[in-house]
């Protein structure tokens, strides 16, 4: 199986993109989900480095993906 580490913020930011539209989740519905202010949510979003390794597991959790799948790109 062939994969790439993603290791950059704008392919991290991406995957967060592609799942949110895949699971039909706008960015105000994460923030309420992850009990995040909107500023806050977007701030993570655009720098995902920011994201604690807890907030990662939840957003994972609320995206129903693994948090393989949001990390790596098969």
């Known amino acids: 199986m062939k994969y790439k580490v993603l290791n950059t913020s704008q392919d991290i930011r991406e995957s967060i993109y592609r799942l949110m539209i895949r699971n039909k989740i706008r960015k105000v519905e994460l923030a309420d989900r992850m009990e995040l202010s909107y500023p806050s949510i977007l701030n993570k979003i655009e720098n995902p480095g920011s ?8 957003l994972c959790n ?5 948090i393989n799948e949001l990390l790596i790109k098969y």
């Open 51 to 58: 994201f604690k390794v807890s907030e990662l597991l939840n």
């Open 62 to 66: 609320i995206l129903n993906v693994d």
